[in-house]
């Protein structure tokens, strides 16, 4: 089992930035494909960006340019880091976890919630115009 534990939401201006982070236990996430989603109220959770093992990545094309994810092996976290953030990136966010294979797999199987296997709590984030 793997425990992910998001943090780093909050509020923020429009243009700003924030960094989110996944902090796992229970395992290490060094053979996982971590992914992160986000969901605004009334709406489907939506794909944001993955990392495999190796840290090749994917994102939205709605965040594309603005968004990073990276992953920190050493300390089992994985972050997302948010610029120029818009009114529209209001959601909470939430981070998965899946066998690596997952970050190789077809577009709509990675970009997938019904995928990961594990999920955190989320964070919420707040962008105000």
């Known amino acids: 089992q793997v425990q992910l534990v998001e943090s780093g939401g909050g509020l923020v201006q429009a243009g700003g930035s924030l960094t989110l982070s996944c902090a796992a236990s229970?395992?290490?996430?060094?053979?996982?494909?971590m992914g992160w989603f986000r969901q605004a109220p009334g709406k489907e959770r939506e794909f944001v960006a993955t990392?495999?093992?190796?840290?090749?990545?994917s994102y939205a094309d709605s965040v594309k340019g603005r968004f990073t994810i990276v992953r920190d092996n050493a300390k089992n976290t994985v972050y997302l880091l948010m610029n120029s953030l818009k009114p529209e990136d209001t959601a909470g966010y939430y981070c998965?976890?899946?066998?690596?294979?997952?970050?190789?797999?077809?577009?709509?199987?990675?970009?997938?919630?019904?995928?990961?296997?594990?999920w955190g709590h989320g964070t919420q984030v707040t962008v105000s115009s």
């Open positions: 229970g395992r290490t996430i060094s053979s996982y494909c």
């Open positions: 998965a976890a899946d066998p690596d294979t997952t970050c190789y797999s077809p577009r709509a199987v990675y970009a997938s919630p019904m995928t990961y296997d594990y």
């Open positions: 990392i495999s093992r190796s840290g090749r990545t």
